[in-house]
Structures are given as structure tokens and as C-alpha cells.
């Protein structure tokens, strides 16, 4: 299958703090890119849907400021948490759609905002 | 988008073949059946996807009745590195929506030796 990458693996922060996470297609171009979140013992729940070189589409109750997304290339997508909190902390994960079918996921991103 | 329904858990010995069930009875003729299966703390991995017909790929098989209402995963094999959470999701095909996957809780699969 097609690969996927996220830096950082895991992060850890100080409450206030802003974190960036990238997510990065290694072995095809994305023209668009998903991220989810998952809390423990949760599924996915889905945030945003980002599409290159355009706004990204967030779910709905997902505050757009706060989860700031670019997708400035066929082959990144960021994802800024801005001003985090304890209540923050999560399993962030990103997938990207290969073709108009099928999305491959990253391996996550472990946050813990202190 | 269609919902989906899946048993909570289910147990498999090693060897035998796992088959996982799905409800999707609110399906639209263009939306497709996805399963996807996370292994603890990882991102869920792509297994097989159908929209009609019956599909097969190097991990496992996919039947779909044929008034579409419901689908079954087949592992053949099952090992215990299948062990994970199963995922059957109902993806629209087309629309402001395309794409999007909608998780569900998804079937905790626990393979024994």
C-alpha cells in the first residue's frame, strides 16, 4: 500500500503552547488529505478535510482557529494546534486519498499538552 | 451517509478463518464499503473496499449481499498479529462529501493461539 508519514511521533508541551504536526505522503501526490482525532478507548472522529492550495473544510464543532491546517503542497499537510491544552491532548492521525477511492493513514501523533 | 453496525468483539483461533459482519441497511447505490483495522496506538491500515461485487485482495475477501444491506470481511487465516479493531465504513462516492470517511466503534477482533 501506499505510505504515509507524521512528524512528530509523539510531542509533549507546555499548556499556552502552539504544536505543528506534518503529515506527509511519501510515495504518490494527495490532492487531498484528512485528519482525525482519537481519544482513548475512542474511534476516529473526523476534523478537517484539507485540499491543496484551498481552505481546509472542518467538521462541524471543530473550531477552525484553533486547528489551524495547510496543505501547501501535493504531498504536505500541516496541522497547528494553537494555544493547547491539557484537554487537547490526543492521538492525531492523517490520511491521504490516492485516486478518488481509497485513503492510506499515517502512523499518528501522540499529543500530551502539559 | 449510511450507518453502519458491528459487533462489539470477536474472538478467533488461530488458523481459522475470521469472519466479521456489517450492517449498512441504509445504503445508497453510490456510496462503497470500506474496512480499514487499527492495531493499538497505530494508524488503521487499508484492508479491501467494494461497491457491488464480490472482491479479493492478498489480505482478505469481501462478500456483499446482493440487496447490498450487509457485508462480511474474511480473514482466510486468521494470526495473531490480526488481532485489532475492525472498521466497516460506508463512504459516499460523490458530492461536497467525497472522501470522507465516517469511523464507527468498529469490532475489537482478539485472535487466540
Known amino acids: 500500500g501506499a505510505v504515509v508519514s507524521q512528524h512528530p511521533s509523539r510531542v509533549i508541551c507546555k499548556s499556552g503552547t502552539s504544536v505543528k504536526i506534518e503529515c506527509r505522503s511519501l510515495?504518490?501526490?494527495?490532492?487531498?488529505m484528512f485528519w482525525y482525532r482519537q481519544f482513548p478507548k475512542q474511534s476516529l472522529m473526523l476534523m478537517a478535510t484539507s485540499n491543496e492550495g484551498s481552505k481546509a473544510t472542518y467538521e462541524q464543532g471543530v473550531e477552525k482557529d484553533k486547528f489551524l491546517i495547510n496543505h501547501a503542497s501535493l504531498t504536505l499537510s500541516t496541522l497547528t494546534v494553537t494555544s493547547a491544552h491539557p484537554e487537547d491532548s490526543s492521538f492525531y492521525i492523517c490520511?491521504?486519498?490516492?485516486?478518488?477511492?481509497?485513503?492510506?493513514f499515517g502512523p499518528g501523533t501522540r499529543l500530551l499538552v502539559l | 451517509d449510511a450507518k453502519t453496525t458491528q459487533p462489539t468483539s470477536m474472538d478467533c483461533a488461530e488458523g481459522r478463518a475470521a469472519n466479521l459482519p456489517c450492517n449498512h441497511s441504509t445504503i445508497s447505490g453510490n456510496e462503497y464499503v470500506y474496512w480499514y483495522r487499527q492495531i493499538h496506538s497505530q494508524g488503521p491500515q487499508y484492508i479491501i473496499h467494494?461497491?457491488?461485487n464480490n472482491e479479493t485482495n492478498e489480505m482478505a475477501s469481501l462478500i456483499i449481499t446482493e440487496d447490498r444491506k450487509s457485508s462480511t470481511l474474511i480473514l482466510p487465516h486468521a494470526t495473531l498479529r490480526d488481532t485489532a479493531v475492525y472498521y466497516c465504513?460506508?463512504?459516499?462516492?460523490?458530492?461536497?462529501?467525497?472522501?470522507?470517511?465516517?469511523f464507527g466503534r468498529g469490532t475489537q477482533l482478539t485472535v487466540w493461539p
Open positions: 490520511s491521504a486519498r490516492r485516486g478518488v477511492k481509497t485513503q492510506y
Open positions: 510515495d504518490f501526490q494527495a490532492t487531498t
Open positions: 467494494g461497491l457491488k
Open positions: 465504513i460506508v463512504r459516499v462516492g460523490r458530492g461536497s462529501t467525497l472522501g470522507r470517511l465516517y
